[in-house]
């Protein structure tokens, strides 16, 4: 079975910065495509950033407005995503998704991480 672990969520002021990180559970069960996507209270689960494997293509939520950066460690069968000026508004549990296409439908991942906190005091 798939396992995606998400890690590096906590706590940071306003204008902080944080670094997630998705650990896969083997080469073998590596996703083409790997993204981020965040949910908040009362609200549904939204599109961060998503990247493919074998490039370094990469797509982006417009809210991101150049403030994350979503990468790749193959070795490390690793994903990333650097959150940058981080405000309020993206205090959510950000959760680590796998699928074929590197799309912003949720619908197109079928695995996916029990996501980590990250909380944005203004």
């Known amino acids: 079975q798939v396992q995606l672990v998400e890690s590096g969520g906590g706590v940071v002021q306003a204008g902080g910065s944080l670094k997630l990180s998705c650990v896969t559970s083997?080469?073998?069960?590596?996703?083409?495509?790997m993204a981020w996507f965040r949910q908040a209270p009362g609200k549904e689960r939204e599109f961060v950033a998503a990247?493919?494997?074998?490039?370094?293509?990469?797509t982006y939520a417009d809210f991101v407005r150049g403030r994350f950066i979503i990468s790749r460690d193959d070795i490390k069968l690793t994903v990333y995503l650097d959150m940058n000026n981080l405000q309020p508004e993206d205090t959510a549990v950000y959760y680590c998704?796998?699928?074929?296409?590197?799309?912003?439908?949720?619908?197109?991942?079928?695995?996916w991480g029990q996501g980590t906190q990250v909380t944005v005091s203004s």
């Open positions: 998704a796998g699928g074929q296409v590197a799309a912003s439908s949720s619908d197109m991942y079928n695995t």
């Open positions: 083997g080469r073998s069960f590596m996703r083409p495509a």
């Open positions: 990247i493919i494997w074998s490039g370094t293509r990469a």
